[in-house]
């Protein structure tokens, strides 16, 4: 069965440090991989899409690479902020029709001042 | 520009009760998805409107789940009746379809409402 896999511990680092988050997947074949933030009683809020032919993608201090082989995408926050500790969510899209995504259980991430 | 919202926040019913979830998208979204996330559990896609129509419903539990979309603007859930199981948090997400180059493409970002915590006693 499809399965994504995420950094189940939590990461902790220090402010200004660059967070990186790994989103591993296994039987299935997708067309766009995306990132989602999610914040205590909220739901996910849409940060990147990057696509099956991209290698890696940017949006300010926000990176993530797509390897198709290794079925494995990088997620890396640069100079990071207190304001980014939320839970980051892999979500795999197939492209079809119906767009459903996949999600993968999130990690926590926390940067410490 | 008005976000996706749900109604309500929060609902504790007994067991064997009726629930109904509503989920208004961003106006103009013809795309309109509900998820569920069960807690320890990863996010679960239910089911997938185009307008009115039912696109894709195959994550849809089973039968006591009735998902509506008249009118192709905002969508209801309903849980008849309720079981312990259903306990969760419902997302309701929306998304645009957009014209790029020569076909149309869905630009997939999905925008989420704040969740209904579902809690079934």
């Known amino acids: 069965s499809q399965k994504i896999e995420q950094n189940s511990e939590a990461l902790n680092i220090q402010e200004g440090k660059t967070a990186t988050l790994t989103c591993n997947y296994t039987n299935y074949s997708p067309a766009y991989l995306q990132w989602y933030r999610q914040d205590p009683g909220r739901g996910p809020v849409f940060l990147l899409l990057i696509r099956e032919n991209e290698k890696e993608k940017r949006k300010e201090r926000l990176k993530v690479t797509f390897d198709t082989t290794l079925k494995q995408s990088l997620f890396h926050i640069t100079a990071s902020q207190p304001a980014d500790s939320a839970t980051y969510l892999c979500a795999l899209d197939n492209a079809g029709n119906n767009r459903k995504l996949i999600w993968g259980l999130g990690t926590s991430l926390a940067v410490n001042p | 520009e008005a976000g996706v919202t749900q109604f309500p926040s929060h609902s504790v019913i007994e067991k064997g009760q009726t629930v109904t979830l509503r989920c208004d998208p961003i106006?103009?979204?013809?795309?309109l998805y509900w998820y569920r996330r069960v807690m320890g559990k990863e996010i679960k896609f239910l089911l997938h409107f185009v307008k009115e129509s039912k696109q894709d419903e195959s994550g849809m539990p089973n039968n006591r789940f009735l998902a509506e979309r008249t009118g192709g603007t905002y969508s209801t859930l309903k849980v008849q009746p309720a079981e312990l199981e259903d306990s969760g948090v419902y997302f309701c997400?929306?998304?645009?379809?957009?014209?790029?180059?020569?076909?149309?493409?869905?630009?997939?970002?999905?925008?989420f409402g704040p969740g209904t915590r579902l809690t079934v006693l």
């Open positions: 997400a929306s998304s645009q379809v957009a014209f790029g180059g020569q076909v149309w493409r869905f630009y997939n970002e999905q925008f």
């Open positions: 106006s103009g979204h013809d795309n």
